[in-house]
T-cell receptor
Framework: GAVVSQHPSWVICKSGTSVKIECRSL??????MFWYRQFPKQSLMLMAT?????????EQGVEKDKFLINHASLTLSTLTVTSAHPEDSSFYIC??????????????????FGPGTRLLVL | GQNIDQPTEMTATEGAIVQINCTYQ??????LFWYQQHAGEAPTFLSY????GLEEKGRFSSFLSRSKGYSYLLLKELQMKDSASYLC??????????FGAGTTVTVRA
């Protein structure tokens, strides 16, 4: 199956600092990537959808200026948590999907999940 | 929007069968996934149903009834390693996933 990696897997930072998380599709071109957040004992909540080369679409209640998403290439998306605070401590998971490329309208169903990044803000 | 309901917790003994139900309401439907998630790990794919009926895959089976907005995941011959959270996830009209809160299954010896 398709492989998606995330880096780092763990990060501990001080309040007020910014943290960048990378999500890479290793063996396929990910035209669409998704960023989820999961608090303990809760399910995954979609934060935003990013398409290569365009601005991310954020879900309601997610601050776009706080969670900066860049999808600069077909294999890499980054999530930057700016001025992180303890309440941002969570498990961040990305997923990748390969839809149709330029000019081809096709939507895949399957999303391939990365292993997740655990963020702890002190 | 979507509304997805599944039980919070279930407990069963090793070797038994457990059925996890998922009911949903949605304005757009492009299928339903079941994922397994162990604590501290990302979800792993178990099954995908888009047509009505039963899909069997080894010890795990998944059923879908679109008219009833209902699915279940059946786990047979339970093993200790099956202790995990099981997530029901809808694929909406925009092909985005919406997850249920998850059902924590505890397998006892």
């Amino acid at each position: 199956g398709a492989v998606v990696s995330q880096h780092p897997s763990w990060v501990i930072c001080k309040s007020g600092t910014s943290v960048k998380i990378e999500c890479r599709s290793l063996d396929f071109q990910a035209t669409t990537m998704f960023w989820y957040r999961q608090f303990p004992k809760q399910s995954l909540m979609l934060m935003a959808t990013s398409n290569e080369g365009s601005k991310a679409t954020y879900e309601q209640g997610v601050e776009k200026d706080k969670f900066l998403i860049n999808h600069a290439s077909l294999t890499l998306s980054t999530l930057t948590v700016t001025s992180a605070h303890p309440e941002d401590s969570s498990f961040y998971i990305c997923s990748a999907r390969s839809d149709g490329l330029a000019g081809v309208m096709r939507f895949e169903v399957t999303q391939y999940f990365g292993p997740g990044t655990r963020l702890l803000v002190l | 929007g979507q509304n997805i309901d599944q039980p919070t917790e279930m407990t069963a003994t090793e070797g038994a069968i457990v059925q996890i139900n998922c009911t949903y309401q949605t304005s757009g439907f492009n299928g339903l996934f079941w994922y397994q998630q162990h604590a501290g790990e990302a979800p792993t794919f178990l099954s995908y149903n888009v047509l009505d009926g039963l899909e069997e895959k080894g010890r795990f089976s998944s059923f879908l009834s679109r008219s009833k907005g209902y699915s279940y995941l059946l786990l047979k011959e339970l093993q200790m390693k099956d202790s995990a959270s099981y997530l029901c996830a809808l694929v909406d009209g925009d092909y985005k996933l919406s997850f249920g809160a998850g059902t924590t299954v505890t397998v006892r010896a």
